[in-house]
């Protein structure tokens, strides 16, 4: 068996990387990063809101919302709640200091939970109750459905459930991260005479959130009760013979973002298999609670976690949206859905039986979802079944737990292939799915790498070796997405498939670097973070003002999913003031400013919300009329170019470079429906037709083009 290795290259042996430098603007220049994540926000609610979504799409993006905020306060708050509590005081690129940050933050997010819930019972509930899909409240259930409910609490409930008197013998217990509790009131004594007013019921995981009544009980096709109704329709079941004053439902988020200090540990496996538990029971930083909770009940619970008046979220309605999310797979009702497509292949592909023949031939380009995500996992099927091949080499960021390519990497490393896969442990949330693969690999005799100390391993690339007339041919995969089977169909990406030699010998090189030991060396074609990426970005910035201080034309089109690093900000100011046109197509968080008279005017920012989450990364340069083309794992924040192993790729054929530019950048500029501008206070404005013009959404055209 070959042997999992961690790299663990100490301090005077890391090989050189870019050093993140300091802006020299004013914060006037810059908008705040948490600030930025909550108006995303605020515009994915804007999709629940929209009428012309269908019904049960707006369900889920009301859910996407809550699962958004959920991430924000375990990571993006907790951090900022650290940053006061250590009592720092420094500010940042913005000039807003921690203290400012969060006030701000609280505000926005109490506003944005009053929005959610208001168009949960006011709109969304009201409306599926229309179309037969309803949630029953207890009030409302007859004589039948109650026998029922019944039953199931002591049929499916009351053997899981543990309610915790507390008193001296029973402290206040352990709270999981995110989970479903509820707090009750009491009145009278016990069996052993003792006299508590309070307990805690924690709802064990197993059981459902949401409860699809059965036919015969139902009134519908799709009844549904949840799990809260249930117990507190039957709490007074779990203690005999006291009276229930009062029962609550609560949720506490916390701290979740592991910390293992990645030089000090010998084996980083096994500290993130100890460090993984304890994410669950992280500092609390948000309280949510019934709106019906008793002031005694909420200050009890609020001084129990540590917070304070602004971390209490009061919602009319389930603590946890997010337990929605799989009602539009339960009722079965696709005309309340988004209409199914199947996704397009290219023509070269569909006539392939060799796929490596056919790359030989030329590129391949994949615009998924509204292209397959076939061809790249029959890349890597074809690869392990091939004689000819020898070698195998992949990079795994997120794969999910049910991995059709991870799967088959373990086959080809059965069957004797030189299988090479460098896994990212601290790939947040996933760590633990990465784990497991990483885990099933060794076993069957392949080569796991963890990557480098200090820098995730972010890029998406795949090389196959192949034995061609007594000499070794590579084949490669680069793409902006992850190795993802189910969010291949929901992000927009882009996937090369390429035999070209020398971006095959970057790719060669790269993976060198993750798997032994020396010196960094150029790379002809591929811009690789920490090293390159960050100086060519500004280079290729810095050229195009060059060439508008000449007097020629120049262009810049961007997309990513934020641009947040100060000085690649500052160049793409110093290009608008020398005449650059610049358009940004930025999905999340941007702390540039558009607009800025003698600053940022000839840069506009757009933001694409849809059907799909924009993932690809972008960077269009006009060049002089060459039009350089790049597409990258990386998006232009301090992490991507400082922190990561980042690839950023030439579009090198003619055809699939204006194919990028005219789906990936052209199709977006031209969205009026959509897209949202970014004004200069970094607030945004939904685009709509002008008079007399069409309605044109990129998502759709692709959709109709590609598939």
């Known amino acids: 068996m070959k042997l999992s290795r961690c790299r663990t290259i100490m301090a005077k042996n890391k090989p050189k990387s870019e050093t993140p430098r300091v802006s020299r603007l004013s914060p006037d220049h810059f908008l705040n990063r948490e600030l930025q994540a909550l108006a995303f926000n605020r515009r994915v609610l804007a999709q629940a809101e929209d009428r012309t979504v269908p019904l049960l799409e707006r369900l889920k993006f009301l859910t996407i919302v809550s699962s958004n905020l959920d991430e924000f306060f375990e990571i993006r708050l907790s951090g900022v709640k650290e940053q006061i509590k250590m009592g720092s005081d420094a500010p940042e690129a913005d000039g807003l200091r921690p203290q400012q940050v969060f006030t701000q933050v609280t505000r926005l997010a109490h506003e944005i939970v009053e929005r959610q819930y208001k168009l949960l019972n006011d709109e969304i509930l009201p409306s599926l109750a229309k179309e037969g899909i309803r949630f029953i409240r207890r009030g409302s259930w007859n004589a039948q459905q109650q026998e029922w409910v019944r039953d199931y609490f002591f049929r499916e409930m009351m053997p899981l459930l543990t309610p915790i008197g507390l008193d001296p013998a029973h402290p206040f217990p352990r709270v999981f991260n995110k989970s479903l509790n509820f707090a009750v009131e009491l009145e009278g004594r016990d069996a052993f005479g003792r006299n508590s ?17 059965p036919a015969g009980i139902a009134q519908g096709a799709n009844d549904f009760i949840f799990l809260t109704s249930v117990l507190h329709k039957h709490v007074g079941e779990l203690f005999s013979g006291m009276n229930v004053q009062g029962c609550y439902q609560f949720r506490v988020t916390r701290n979740s973002d592991l910390f293992v200090e990645e030089e000090e540990v010998k084996d980083l496996r096994k500290a993130l298999q100890g460090e993984l538990p304890q994410r669950h029971f992280g500092d609390a930083v948000r309280l ?17 976690f540590g917070l304070e008046a602004p971390d209490l979220y009061r919602v009319n309605g389930p603590v946890n949206l997010v337990r929605l999310m799989n009602i539009p797979d339960q009722v079965g009702r696709p005309d309340l859905m988004y209409k199914l497509f199947v996704p397009g292949m290219p023509k070269s592909v569909i006539k392939s039986k060799d796929l490596f023949e056919t790359i030989r031939k030329g590129d391949i380009l994949l615009h998924r979802p509204f292209q397959s995500f076939a061809p790249v996992i029959e890349f890597i099927r074809q690869a392990a079944k091939d004689p000819q091949v020898v070698a195998i080499k992949q990079t795994v960021y997120r794969t999910g737990t049910d991995s059709v390519i991870m799967q088959t990497l373990i086959d080809a490393a059965r069957a004797g292939k030189e299988v090479t896969v460098v896994v990212e442990l601290m790939a947040r949330f996933d760590e633990e799915a990465n784990i497991n693969w990483a885990a099933r690999l060794e076993e069957v005799g392949a080569h796991v790498v963890y990557g480098v100390v200090g820098h995730k391993t972010h890029a998406k690339m795949s090389m196959v070796v192949r034995r061609e007339e007594g000499k070794l041919i590579r084949y490669v995969h680069l793409g902006t997405g992850n190795y993802h089977p189910r969010t291949a169909r929901l992000y927009t990406d882009f996937d090369l498939l390429t035999a070209n030699e020398t971006v095959c010998a970057d790719v060669n090189e790269v993976f060198q670097q993750l798997t032994g030991l020396g010196k960094v060396t150029k790379l002809k074609h591929v811009w690789q973070a920490p090293f390159t990426l960050h100086q060519r970005v500004i280079d290729a910035i810095d050229n ?14 961007a997309k990513m999913n934020a641009l947040l690093e100060p000085t690649v900000i500052e160049a793409l100011y110093k290009a608008s003031q020398a005449g650059v046109k610049v358009d940004l197509i930025i999905r999340g968080v941007c702390a540039l400013r558009p607009g800025v008279a003698k600053i940022s005017e000839n840069i506009r920012v757009r933001s694409v919300i849809g059907r799909f989450l924009e993932h690809t990364r972008i960077f269009h340069f006009r060049n002089g009329g060459e039009e350089s083309v790049y597409l990258s794992s990386a998006d232009w924040m301090d992490r991507n170019f400082f922190r990561r192993i980042e690839l950023c790729f030439p579009i090198l054929d003619a055809k699939l470079k204006k194919r990028v530019i005219q789906e990936g950048l052209k199709a977006y500029l031209d969205d009026n429906s959509q897209s949202w501008e970014m004004q200069t206070d970094g607030s945004y404005v939904r685009r709509k037709p002008g008079r007399g013009s069409r309605k044109r959404c990129a998502q759709v055209e692709l959709l109709e083009a590609l598939r």
């Open 197 to 213: 007013r309070a307990a805690i019921v924690q709802a064990p995981r197993v059981l459902p959130r949401v409860i699809k009544l």
């Open 288 to 304: 949510e609670v019934a709106d019906n909770m008793s002031e005694p009940m909420t200050k009890f619970l609020l001084e129990q």
């Open 544 to 557: 195009e003002t060059r060439i508008a201080r000449s007097g020629k034309p120049a262009r810049i089109v």
